[in-house]
């Protein structure tokens, strides 16, 4: 009753191919959709940390992309980048804009976490987020009660780790755009 | 045969129930149902991916080699899990994302396989067609009702819409992994209760 090899060999081969084929359709047919959401989805985000920016331009500096804000007078009132770091849980990615000039940051805007629902995953609201409008460049410290100097961040109860991850992935991103764009200036 | 393809959609509903019955598929069971709106999701995904494949499955059966049934199988379970990947993304963006993994991980449901293997490669479509639609439904009221129990105690919303008032502390623990092993354990009794009594 042993099926000769070539038979097995054949069937799995043929079976791949149409699959392949297959797949390669859908892929062609979806694809367009799929950035189109990524590229909304981007835009989106860099307009919510870039809040007065009319025109955005995507620069490479240092092997990474910065977004340059621009307001309607063509100066350039702010950068934004995508940075990303450990999480309690996973990869934390969040979408940061800062006003060079001032050596300020706008805002940021988590775009993607696994942290703990109900706990960690509040880095996504508006009370912890509001930690870091309108902050000054800086080493941050993460404190367990209300913040009462500029560098202190107030932590999420039940969530310390969270907060820590997002403050420390703040602080990088805000030391890369200062190499990048040289401090103030 | 009409009775018959009756008998094999009503086995997945209730006396063969995947979840509840059978108990497979615990995966996607205790790691999406946090909110109705990705139970739904998952059960509808998993139900096209089931009946898709075994239509396929039962109308080529003849075809494949005893030998190399099983990596036969999760080839075309594969093909139309990464189908449904690129749809989702392509079309229902948030559900894809709050899905994210586990839309790719149907392929290793062992539901999915597990029907092949039992019914679809021994039965003819008409029938498997019966079954997959039976088993997907069945697979999918259970998810949407566990995941309602835990959306309304964790967060006291269903579907997003908030139905416990401000009154209400959410039990946090009910839509993390330790809250799918509660409501599961005493979804499964429950329905044991029921049939008890029923027959």
């Known amino acids: ?185 | 045969m009409f009775k018959k393809i009756l008998y094999d959609f009503k086995n997945g509903l209730w006396r063969e129930n995947p979840i509840i019955v059978l108990v497979i598929g615990m995966c996607p069971t205790l790691a999406v149902t946090n909110t109705v709106q990705n139970g739904l999701a998952m059960g509808i995904a998993t139900s096209f991916v089931l009946l898709s494949s075994e239509i396929v499955i039962s109308l080529f059966k003849k075809f494949i080699p005893n030998n190399v049934r099983i990596p036969s199988f999760i080839l075309i379970i594969a093909t139309f899990v990464t189908f449904t990947d690129f749809f989702l993304k392509a079309f229902f963006p948030d559900i894809a994302s709050s899905l994210s993994l586990f839309i790719p991980l149907i392929v290793v449901n062992c539901l999915i396989l597990g029907r092949q293997e039992a019914f679809a490669s021994k039965n003819p479509t008409r029938r498997a067609i019966a079954d997959a639609l039976g088993m997907g439904i069945g697979f999918t009221w259970v998810l949407v009702l566990l995941s309602a129990v835990r959306e309304l105690l964790g967060m006291g919303s269903i579907f997003g819409l908030t139905i416990l008032g401000s009154w209400y502390q959410p039990m946090v623990i009910m839509i993390l992994p330790a809250g799918a092993f509660i409501s599961l354990g005493v979804l499964v009794g429950f329905m044991n209760v029921l049939k008890r009594r029923g027959n």
């Open chain 1, 1 to 185: 009753m042993e099926t000769k090899i070539s038979k097995l060999v054949i069937t799995l081969t043929v079976i791949g191919i149409i699959s392949a084929i297959a797949l390669s359709f859908v892929y062609q047919w979806t694809t367009p959709y799929i950035e189109k959401h990524q590229a909304e989805a981007q835009k989106k985000a860099i307009n919510a940390v870039l809040p007065q920016a009319e025109e955005v331009k995507e620069v490479e500096k240092e092997g990474q992309t910065f977004y340059e804000g621009y307001d309607s007078n063509g100066n350039r009132i702010g950068v934004a980048m995508n940075a990303s770091g450990p999480g309690y849980q996973n990869v934390i990615e969040l979408m940061i804009g800062v006003n060079i000039n001032a050596d300020k940051i706008y805002a940021i805007k988590i775009l993607s976490h696994e942290e703990t629902p109900g706990l960690g995953a509040r880095i996504n609201g508006d009370e912890f987020k509001s930690n870091f409008v309108d902050k000054e460049f800086g080493d941050y410290d993460v404190v367990k009660r209300q913040a009462k100097t500029e560098m202190e961040v107030e932590a999420i109860a039940g969530a310390t780790i969270s907060s820590k991850s997002v403050t420390s992935i703040v602080e990088n991103a805000v030391k890369q755009i200062e190499s990048a764009y040289g401090g103030g200036a």
